[in-house]
């Protein structure tokens, strides 16, 4: 079992839509959680980090982490055609290795 | 606030031949640094991340090697290229005072 599942998609949905994308984990010991997103040809850029469980909200986006059922997800609102990249979901645990962890990212695609 | 210089965005490569990326990182200190593979379609895989100069651990056998030569440069090389080197290579910076990684914008290396 990989320590993170993400769906790769590709997700499609018109522009306007909420877009709901999601992680899974194994390892309870994750205490960070981090969500990327990186367009074609670019490198990751950081959208939002946790550290609880609960909601965080910044703009459009939310991040919304629960660990007891060791499940993250990250809600875009009101989504655009510039909002089309691929997220990825990050986590790390707290042992201090600073070893990160990542999905293998959900394709989006936004429909004008 | 911290930046990641990768260079070059693009390189093609014969096989047999030498690599040398370089990664350098500026608005911090003593960072932790990584370089990452991304092949297409697929997650990030960590090849070396480097807790400090001179220190280097590698997660995956292979034709590569990295040095840390000073505290915000990290250097990917390789003695001879093989077409299965081709990928996007990516360096970033985390831990340490940053629980989030930040990444460079990548190259791309294909071998031919």
């Known amino acids: 079992q990989k320590e993170v599942e993400q769906d790769p998609g590709p997700l499609s949905v018109p522009e306007g839509a909420i877009v709901s994308l999601n992680c899974t984990y194994s390892n309870s010991a994750f205490q960070y959680f981090m969500w990327y997103r990186q367009y074609s040809r670019k490198g990751p850029e950081l959208l939002m980090y946790t550290y609880s469980s609960g909601n965080k909200e910044d703009g459009r986006f939310t991040a919304q982490v629960d660990k007891s059922s060791k499940y993250i997800s990250l809600f875009i609102r009101d989504s655009q055609p510039s909002d089309s990249a691929t997220y990825l979901c990050a986590m790390m645990p707290p042992s201090g290795t600073y070893k990160y962890i990542f999905g293998t990212g959900t394709r989006l695609k936004v429909l004008a | 606030s911290q930046t990641i210089h990768q260079w070059p965005a693009t390189l093609v490569q014969p096989v047999g031949s030498p690599l040398s990326l370089e990664c350098t990182v500026e608005?911090?200190?003593?960072?932790?640094l990584y370089w990452y593979r991304q092949a297409a379609g697929r997650g990030l895989q960590l090849l070396f991340y480097s807790v400090g100069i001179g220190q280097i651990s590698s997660e995956v056998p292979q034709n590569l090697s990295a040095s840390r030569p000073q505290d915000r440069q990290f250097i990917l090389s390789s003695k001879k290229l093989l077409l299965s080197d081709s990928g996007f290579y990516l360096c970033?910076?985390?831990?340490?005072?940053?629980?989030?990684?930040?990444f460079g914008q990548g190259t791309r290396l294909t071998v031919v």
């Open positions: 608005g911090t200190s003593n960072p932790n």
């Open positions: 970033a910076n985390g831990g340490r005072g940053n629980t989030e990684a930040f």
